[in-house]
């Protein structure tokens, strides 16, 4: 196997807000990157996996710009796909502090991943890795993005290569009806699910305790391990055949909220992915998002050594 | 009617530490604007109000910086007087960190508007408003703020224009003597008196819980709202008849504690001008003022729709 | 007459890179606005004029934070035209040092102002102006663009008002070719037409000197003044008399490059208006773009003061 | 007596990443100095105290800045034995924010001080103050640097100097048990013996509650007095004749938590040295601790006044 | 004697626009502190001079920053005289870029030095300096400072210190007539008389060449040595006796213009007190001059090596 | 062939002192990194060339850093060699302007790169490169150092690698002799031996012009190409047979020194390895430092297309 996990999404510019400043005054922006799956991949390359990233991007100074990010963090970008002109997106964060909400303002229509071609787009790299992260982002982007993922979920279960689906509803990009008939084919090919508390509502209807929502995203898409997170409240996972595993979550001082989810998700696949052990997996999924909260930017700059006695000490903390 | 808000005081340049740095070692000041009248003008031109703030600036760079400032958040800046000399007042705020207080190191004497002459200063303009809002501040800064302020409230009193007053006392412009001497009479000709708990301490003796000082405000003064602000612990407001309203605070994490009074007046006037909702009143200066708290600056730079769903969401979260 | 100068065009959000470092590896952007009729019109209100843009904006908080600057500097801003939908332009600058030239990436592909309807956006409000401004970018961006500024170069000239047309070729764009095309019309409406050496070269072929090029500009297409800009060199004016007047250029520091021939373009009309003295005019443009340069952002912030004496210095250094 | 209190030990660079940066991919360090001993005599000077400092410095430099920054707090530097070669040391700070820790890479191996010959370097000075404070990270850098001190508490108990002396364990220079061994010695010279919590059971495998440990301490060492420190949790100190004394912690905002233990002592020896009142000792070690916690940098860069009033408020806030 | 070098004046804080900026619309500023006499002690501190800066501070944040300022740079600030009340003078400066230039906001009336009482000031201190170094600028302040300097030079003179007058007169302070008519006495008394080329035009009309100017200052005030200083042209120097020696200026790239005049002063006193040697002095003035040039602030923060190294570089490219 | 150009060497953390201020008081550190055989990769890595760097780091933090600096650029880093223990060398970089120098303050003494053992160290990958490139610093580490570098040289000169050799003596590393002595091999060894004027007056006494220096050291050492640098003005080449060939320097504004001469190697390298022709590789190699000048930090972060139009231009302003 030439990778452990792959992944193909768009990743953006990402212009951030100095925490008390506001976007309407600020006359500074801190640069950095950030998207669902690149953030993953990224996680999971600075944890000692071999990841590759797969994306379309401009050959102009942004373009390159996010690749190199990807390339300094250990993630392999043999994969993306340059372009002579299209621009990449752009998200301006008004990073909030509470009770102030942080808001993103996107501009990230017409960007040149949603242009993607997906008769031509090659998709047959998927079968060299061992798993394959896809998020409920890159189906909202264009048809274009939508074809291209479903051709590599297809590949993927094909090949025998595992495949988690992070739900990631956008209420930007699309209405909760057009995204919950979307995903629905994409959730049911996922060897592991993970879903929002708020997405299973906004998207299923579906409410009641985490427990009741696992049970109910299980019983209803047929994933052999589904995954629910709670943000501050931690996370849930049932099993196909009903086992159900709670972690709780871990207090921490936020320093910036974006990509903590993507975090978890990095956290989830590199506790479980070797070993099945699902436990395992929401131990490292919420210690991950409990760190990535803690540093500013989307990306979880973490070691494994900082990862590893996070969880150590989670355990030592957590009574049974 | 040309305004909805109009109001006379002194603006000063604020020149902040950043957090975690000492007034006597840092090298980089963060430099703003700010004055509890402007505050409050500011706060209700970005929610859409008419406002119009008259003082004194001299014609130098600082003198500028404040009214374009003002301008900036759609103040009109047509009633302020230029002269060709005199100085803006500063303040350096050593901004703290609890247990650490803030501290104001103020360089205010002698500012241009302490010098202003009240026989000539124009006050026609305040008919031309439905509303004048007032501090306890500028009666403190010199005898001719002091004339020029109760001219202008006597004169709003007599064409029917609204007077809101914080009472605001300062310790580091007067005593409590004095002040309490002094501000007796802005406190009776007030449509809306607005106190902190700690100045009708320190001012009128009057202690008990919140509910209590209002009463023996409301009594002593004769407003026809009466509100008195307690920080975290929110506000409570009484009608000259006797009908109490209390709205409990909304936990936040400081940025900066400077403006939140402010704000809290803003908000108050913003909620209830239209309506005569004391209930809605507290419940946007409660929210305003929150907000306020997490952003770096004397000044609440929210909008109308922030406010609005932070208005919403405490509604959602208090049960009755 | 209700304003001096008004103009129609795009302004954008800039985000600049510190100097000394790149886009591709800086962390923090500078962030500001520019735009060319913008920055002519922002220099003339700072220097006294009642100016007026107008433009479509979105109602987001890049858009207003594009409007408050501009009254921040006393543009009346009550002209543009406000969108639910949509957004502004960005164009990041790797500000260049010398042999290193500045690079610009633009994003300023559909943005709202594109989108402008010709039939329905008013005009009428250019009667109420001395004087229209106008360049060669807006014509560029759409042919809504186009035809909103024909529709006001048209009714300006109807109705009496003066015009200024300043070619400023970009070739990101569009063609020479296109440009020269499309530009005639507008070139042959103007009062005052303002071209720079290279676009001249560029459009129409003209070369030689700067006197000699603005001969044949003028005889192309019969302005009352054509003025010439020849960047350090200075500028060169003829008019339709065939009368010329050179100034020469102005040593200076370059903080930052960018907006200085809209710093002239303001600079002259500031000194040619009331007099219609074209060497003033020159003086005042050559003395302005100067003082532009050693700005950081798009915007001549300098006062009335500032640019008298940097004139009169000029004068006293120039041997006739 | 020339100074109230003394001290010999090294002094460092201190780099610290900004907060929510990492030291992996941070473009910006703050540069400031730390070490036990100094941050103790810098707290004291800034208290109204007469300390001084003795060290080895390198003629460079930061050997200067190191030095300068002592005497802007008012320490006397004239004691600095200066080299002409050698290095200091240097620590990079990866600042935390819970759950993440603050990592520390030292990087202070082969620094000058630790090559100080203890055969020459003068020791006669301590004589001529009140108090000798001392650390058990001096020992730790070097056979030399142990020699010295040991001279310096010898002398210092022969001449009536009082001698305090903070355990200070530090896992990356040596082993518990070397520790244990080597620290004995001093720790039985003591007049007041400091040890927090974690020292005392790594290195004499004490544990139970706060007082069980200062009495175990204070049997094992037989300080006049023995002084247990417990973070957040307060302090609890010990006499010799068996009187204990408790007081809690501080909730305190942290904004870097680096010198607090430092700020303790110095707080301690504050309170403490003039009246021999133990409670009074430790109120001010807690209250500059606490203090200490919201300044960035190993100083407690605070006034008298602060300390004073921050001793004030949590005297009003304890019940007894 | 206990010092080389003593002087009497005002410190002020140093508020100024990061490059590029204007203070209209920069978040940012610089802090520091300057003072003509502080910057002349503190350079020749750093050299290697014993030196004492005297005058009255106000006992808050601001007057302490300034007192431990001039400490880490090693000036004695036992002579500053400590107030309760008062204020120190601030400045905001608009650094300028050619042809921009650099833009003095004053703030200083009012100071806490301009009250001092020069019936009770000490002055005997000065008999225990070597020299004493004083400027046209304390006498501007009021009254009373110019009592206190006239008082020092008189003691001084009596005393065998030597004294330094540079004439540094502020059109911001006092017209050039009655600078002219009080600067007369100070004069005279001087042992060095230092005046800029524009002062001695503008306060006594001497103009033509830099040796002519010299000459006639040397002739009206009769001062041991005459120097009168160019810019970057250099500077000239007249002994009573008529032996004149001039030495040309150095080129620098200029990144901060004030304080260059004080690093001159400092330098050629430098140069010059141990031997007597003009030419060393004025080598030394202008070297340390344009290392000024160099570095941010008010300060000439440079080392005597460096100092040295200036002054051989010149050597060897000046031909004689 | 697996890459284009190879080095061994040693990189360090670079910190610079922001401009205009000094180490000695700056409060912030701008972090980089920085080594003459990196820099050198990086640059032609940038410009499209396949280059690895081998070198022993620490797994630690900083280790990690230099690593992921260089795979941001596209250097291949699998030839690192990671140990456990050790430190990275720093430089602090007290960055100077005209007339004042850049001061480096070194602290790489015992950095783990020194501590190769040359017996294990790996070189037979040298075979697998077109080019070595290698530089007179790397001898100058340690015996160890110098061992690897002499086995690499070697096995390239016996694979038909061709090698090019930067004398680039470090004076704070060893004496002229030293270096004179041990760099006598490596020079015979170079097929493009690269040699400042300074360098070559220093090392081997040889002055005269550029093209004197350059046929002395062809003599001397024999290189199919000798090549001098003249800094500003320029650099000089001699073949084997004799024949010179002169390129004049580029004028630039300088942001940071440091670095330029690698840049000036990795130009040559690229413009002159696939064409053998001399005159091109001193254009890219002139361009190249040029446009690095105006960069902050060793790098030359310079695309392919800006060298390209930097050398057109040139091209067009040089007569023959």
Redesign the interface.
């Known amino acids: 196997m030439r990778w452990d996990v792959v992944g193909f999404g768009e990743a953006m510019l990402r ?1 951030a807000v100095p ?14 990157i950030g998207g669902a799956e690149a953030n993953v991949l990224i996680a999971l390359a600075r944890l000692g996996r071999r990841t590759a990233w797969s994306s379309v991007l401009p050959r ?3 373009g ?2 996010i690749a ?2 990807l ?4 993630v392999d970008t043999s994969l993306i796909h340059w372009t002579d002109e299209g ?1 990449v997106g ?1 998200y ?1 964060l ?1 990073v ?5 909400p942080t ?1 993103v ?1 996107y ?1 990230r ?2 960007s040149v991943v949603a242009h993607v071609d997906p008769l031509v787009f090659p998709v047959e790299w998927v079968s060299e890795s061992r798993w394959l992260h896809a998020t409920g982002i890159t189906p909202a982007l264009s048809s274009g993005c939508r074809a291209v993922l479903a051709r590599l979920v297809e590949r993927a279960c094909q090949s025998g290569v595992g495949v988690s689906f992070d739900v990631n509803y956008r209420s930007r990009l699309w209405s909760p009806e057009e995204a919950a008939r979307t995903l629905e084919w994409f959730c049911r090919q996922a060897t592991v699910l993970l879903c929002g508390e708020d997405d299973a509502r906004l998207l299923w209807g579906l409410s009641g305790d985490g427990e009741a929502v696992a049970h109910a995203l299980s019983t209803r898409f047929g994933a052999a391990m589904t995954v629910v997170t709670r943000g501050e409240h931690g996370a849930v996972a049932t099993t196909a055949d009903g086992r159900t595993v709670i972690v709780p979550g ?4 936020v ?2 909220r974006v990509g903590a989810g993507d975090a978890f998700a990095a956290g989830f696949l590199h506790g479980y992915l070797d070993t099945g052990d699902v436990e395992r997996g929401l131990q490292y999924g919420v210690a991950l998002a ?2 990535k909260l ?3 930017g989307d990306l979880a ?3 494994a050594e ?1 990862l590893e006695s ?1 969880v150590a ?1 989670a355990r030592r903390t957590i009574l049974r």
């Open positions: 212009l925490t008390g400043e506001r976007l309407e005054t600020t006359k500074q922006l801190e640069v950095g102009n100074t942004l390159e710009r190199r990010e390339a300094w963090h250990g621009r752009v301006f008004d909030g502090v509470p009770p102030r808001v303002l501009d229509a017409g871990r207090a921490a001082t320093v910036d409990a760190l803690t540093v500013r700059i973490v070691t900082e996070a000490a």
